[in-house]
């Protein structure tokens, strides 16, 4: 235990809060995405933890299933329903319509929410779906496959300085000013938008200020709100969006979501360093699913992708497109526990996997590749190598139900073996996981 001044020179105890209780955690996914990233945070968040989104919009969903029914997510982290207070981070992009009603949602359910929106997150507009969806028509068969939901232009409006910012959202005249602007220097991204008409812009500025009256009471400098939290040593997690493959940078480029995913952007998402994070959880699912375009080396198709799907209920929660669905990839999912630094595995849907009579995991990609990325995208050539290993069945509830009370020493044999096998290839221990749809079927393995 050591005592150190921090910077207004008070003495504080760093070895506790820091090293000996593992108070910030850092949850993300290391696949395309979908990867039940959601039920994990669920999983380990309680009444005590503050819960922090950093990354991202409504291109993200998870579903929470709980017994006052099913709640779909896009802006809040699916732990929002029992965390001590939610902060969306600076590094978001809200669609102030949708996260209304998300959190009318909630308090419908006389369900209690503590919310803080970060007043430097950027806002996305009616104005930048149009041009989401008039670049995806322009990009013909280079198309990128994106939800449509104005993600990517809204984070090129926040980097050319034009975007609009939740804290803007107070002013009507500011909204009517950038719109204009947005509109005047984006005419031929908007040539076949409504809002080209006066008209119309402005009636879309009116909507867009009538929403501060709802969300103003919930916006602040959240990075201060989250600062003095780590100092006071709260529980925390930070929840990232989007699959650590869809990273800007890192990821299946063009294939990818216009923000970074990876471990880092939580530091730039939210104002809190990285360093201050003591577990890194890396999720994965039990197999591989994407949505979109983009290369997928482990991928099914026919009857056997078919049936996997419809286990796996793969469908989108933001768009509802059936998801492409494959083998897990164990180089994909080395490169992302290497890029994120992960400390353990949280593995998902173990069920669902377990009712194929042959599971296949691919261990390789045939030669010695020094970077998965450059094998997937082009410049040396994915040939997949698999092993194979057997199923273990369908488990009925009261299976998921007697493997919870009992943990994990009662799993089946056949899927101990996939989860240690997974480990060996991996190289990291998967401390979670989850067996079942509802919430009460996540277990914790040693
Ligand atoms: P965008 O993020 O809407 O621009 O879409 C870019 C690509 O990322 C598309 O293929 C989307 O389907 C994919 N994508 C973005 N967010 C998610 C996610 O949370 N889960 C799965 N795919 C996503």
């Known amino acids: 235990m050591s005592s150190i001044p921090d910077l207004s020179g008070k003495i504080i105890n760093i070895s506790l809060r820091y090293h000996e209780v593992p108070m910030i955690k850092l949850i993300l996914g290391l696949q395309f995405g979908d990867e039940g990233k959601g039920k994990?945070?669920?999983?380990?968040?309680?009444?005590?933890?503050?819960?922090?989104?950093?990354?991202?919009?409504?291109?993200?969903?998870?579903?929470?299933?709980?017994?006052?029914?099913?709640?779909?997510?896009?802006?809040l982290p699916a732990g929002s329903l029992r965390a001590k207070t939610v902060v969306l981070g600076n590094g978001m992009v809200i669609d102030p319509f949708a996260l209304i009603e998300e959190i009318k949602g909630i308090i419908k359910e006389n369900l209690r929410l503590d919310i803080r929106i970060s007043s430097a997150a950027s806002v996305v507009t009616d104005l930048h779906k149009n041009i989401d969806r008039e670049q995806e028509n322009l990009r013909g068969d280079m198309k990128i496959g994106t939800t449509s939901h104005g993600i990517g232009p809204t984070y090129e409006e926040k980097y050319s300085r034009n975007g609009i910012r939740i804290s803007d959202l107070s002013s009507l005249e500011t909204i009517i000013r950038k719109l204009r602007l947005i509109r005047e220097i984006r005419q031929s991204e908007l040539r076949n938008s409504p809002y080209l008409e006066d008209e119309k812009l402005l009636e879309l500025a009116k909507n867009l200020h009538s929403t501060w009256d709802f969300i103003g009471k919930f916006v602040c400098r959240t990075e201060t709100f989250l600062m003095d939290s780590v100092e006071k040593g709260e529980k925390m997690i930070f929840e990232g969006g989007h699959g650590s493959l869809l990273d800007i940078d890192f990821g299946t480029y063009p294939y990818v979501t216009s923000s970074n995913t990876i471990s880092g952007s939580m530091h730039t998402g939210s104002g809190i360093s990285l360093r201050k994070v003591n577990t890194i959880?890396?999720?994965?699912?039990?197999?591989?699913?994407?949505?979109?375009?983009?290369?997928?080396?482990?991928?099914?198709?026919?009857?056997?992708?078919?049936?996997?799907?419809?286990?796996?209920?793969?469908?989108?929660?933001?768009?509802?497109?059936?998801?492409?669905?494959?083998?897990?990839?164990?180089?994909?999912?080395?490169?992302?526990?290497?890029?994120?630094?992960?400390?353990?595995?949280?593995?998902?849907?173990?069920?669902?996997?377990?009712?194929?009579?042959?599971?296949?995991?691919c261990t390789s990609y045939g030669k010695k590749i020094n970077n998965p990325m450059n094998a997937l995208l082009g410049a040396e050539t994915a040939e997949p190598e698999y092993i194979e290993m057997d199923g273990w069945g369908t488990l009925g509830n009261d299976e998921i139900e007697k493997i919870v009370s009992k943990g994990y020493d009662s799993v089946p044999e056949k899927m101990k073996e996939y989860i240690e096998t997974v480990e060996r290839l991996v190289g990291k221990k998967i401390s979670i996981v989850s067996i079942g749809q509802i919430r009460g079927s996540t277990i914790l393995k040693k």
């Open 40 to 75: 994990i945070t669920d999983f380990v968040s309680d009444e005590k933890s503050i819960l922090v989104r950093y990354n991202g919009g409504t291109n993200a969903g998870h579903t929470v299933v709980t017994d006052r029914g099913k709640f779909k997510f896009h802006l």
């Open 281 to 361: 959880i890396g999720v994965v699912k039990s197999y591989t699913s994407r949505v979109g375009e983009g290369p997928f080396p482990t991928e099914l198709h026919g009857n056997e992708a078919e049936s996997l799907r419809t286990a796996g209920g793969e469908y989108g929660t933001t768009t509802g497109r059936p998801r492409r669905v494959g083998w897990l990839d164990i180089p994909l999912i080395r490169y992302a526990s290497s890029l994120n630094d992960i400390d353990e595995l949280a593995m998902t849907k173990l069920d669902v996997l377990g009712s194929r009579k042959t599971i296949k995991i």
